[in-house]
């Protein structure tokens, strides 16, 4: 039996707390901010603004619950759904190959590289202004915005792993007459996975405020930000917090699916040297 391989015994003999720590940790921590945030205005006395404008977590429920017994917010979560699906899936598309172009040619990355930088270096918000005159309000917009936000996390994260792939491993390679294709199929490509799945998981980040950001300045009449905005101009607090939860579960569900991803593709990584 190989030495890294753990006796299914062992795994069988693991208590509970000891299989799930990480997630009974984290969930007992996410109850212990909620309990606190309830007793709040009980245990301190909040000033009367305050205390008018607070919202505590079962108005917060209530409130999303309204929201979907009344069904206004499904025609919100598509949208923004939508366009978070369309630009992130987009910025894959082209940072992925583009990352990896830019790692394997020199010439390529010197002529490219001031723009990435530049661009990169930009705040986001700035390009919102001529992104709405070019195509408007509605969702080419809104996909833009995330598109811009998650593709440079991505392709800078790929280039980074492109650049530190074994460079032993690629000459052995290119030694037995591999093409480029095969070089990065089997050395470039599973090098760099643990950069690719770092670049996602920003990419992610970045795309949930891209969204954020393209409604909450006008890029749509639709979403789930422009609720929230509406919401924050009428003071409805609770109504916000909805709209943010509402981001927060997109955000758990993609970052769930990458890490699925990265357990899937774990056996690409390089394996530690362990002294014994």
Do not use: C, H
């Not at 919100?76 to 987009?90: N, P």
């Not at 955000?251 to 990265?262: D, F, N, P, Q």
């Amino acid at each position: 039996m190989n030495a890294n391989e753990t006796p299914a015994v062992e795994i069988s003999e693991r208590s509970f707390y000891d299989r799930y720590e990480s997630l009974i940790l984290g969930t007992t921590f996410i109850v212990l901010v909620l309990v606190i945030w309830q007793l709040v205005p009980s245990v301190f006395t909040l000033s009367k603004g305050m205390k008018l404008f607070f919202a505590t977590p079962t108005m917060v429920v209530g409130a999303l619950g309204d929201l979907i017994e009344s069904g206004k917010i499904w025609p919100a979560v598509q949208f923004s759904a939508t366009a978070f699906g369309v630009g992130l899936g987009l910025s894959i598309i082209v940072a992925l190959p583009a990352g990896v172009i830019l790692g394997r040619s020199q010439l390529i990355n010197d002529m490219v590289d001031p723009f990435i930088t530049s661009i990169n270096a930009t705040p986001r918000l700035v390009f919102l202004p001529l992104i709405l005159i070019w195509f408007g309000i509605g969702m080419w917009s809104v996909i833009v915005v995330v598109f811009i936000g998650a593709v440079f996390p991505l392709l800078i994260n790929t280039y980074e792993g492109v650049k530190n792939a074994d460079k032993l491993l690629i000459n052995v390679v290119k030694s037995y007459g591999a093409t480029e294709w095969e070089i990065n199929k089997l050395v470039v490509l599973p090098n760099s996975m643990p950069f690719i799945i770092a670049g996602l998981r920003l990419a992610i980040g970045r795309a949930v405020l891209g969204v954020v950001v393209a409604e909450f300045f006008g890029g749509s009449s639709k979403g789930i930000g422009v609720i929230m905005v509406r919401a924050s101009g009428t003071f409805q607090v609770d109504v916000v917090f909805a709209g943010l939860i509402m981001f927060m579960a997109i955000s758990l569900v993609l970052t769930g699916i990458v890490r699925a991803i990265e357990a899937r593709f774990s056996r690409w990584r390089p394996q530690e040297t362990k002294n014994y």
